[in-house]
């Protein structure tokens, strides 16, 4: 069975930095994508980086040159490291991998940008 476990979270104050893991277990995950969606208060999750199995990365306009997400693939583990944070930066963060026409998600980790 296919999970997903995020951590790494917490709070942090403007311009600071975290990284963020996920952990995936029950399957060959270097074949996939794997992505990192966020969700603030009272908004829809969004996209905020993905890479694919070949390591091509995509990231949402808002995280560009911020935020850098990569994968170890020994590990079955992708990270995305999150420097000169903002208070918009505030949300619950899900790891997605989809396989076939299934989406998994992890639980989510909060990251809290604040002063």
């Known amino acids: 069975q296919v999970q997903l476990v995020e951590s790494g979270g917490g709070l942090v104050q403007p311009g600071g930095s975290l990284r963020v893991s996920c952990a995936a277990s029950?399957?060959?995950?270097?074949?996939?994508?794997m992505g990192w969606y966020r969700q603030a208060p009272g908004k829809q999750r969004e996209l905020v980086a993905g890479?694919?199995?070949?390591?091509?990365?995509y990231y949402t306009d808002s995280v560009k040159g911020r935020f850098t997400i990569s994968r170890d693939n020994a590990k079955n583990t992708a990270y995305l490291q999150m420097n000169s944070l903002k208070p918009e930066d505030t949300a619950v963060y899900y790891c997605?991998?989809?396989?076939?026409?299934?989406?998994?998600w992890g639980q989510g980790t909060q990251v809290t940008v604040s002063s």
């Open positions: 029950g399957g060959f995950f270097a074949i996939y994508g």
């Open positions: 890479i694919t199995s070949g390591g091509t990365t």
């Open positions: 997605n991998v989809p396989i076939g026409e299934r989406e998994y």
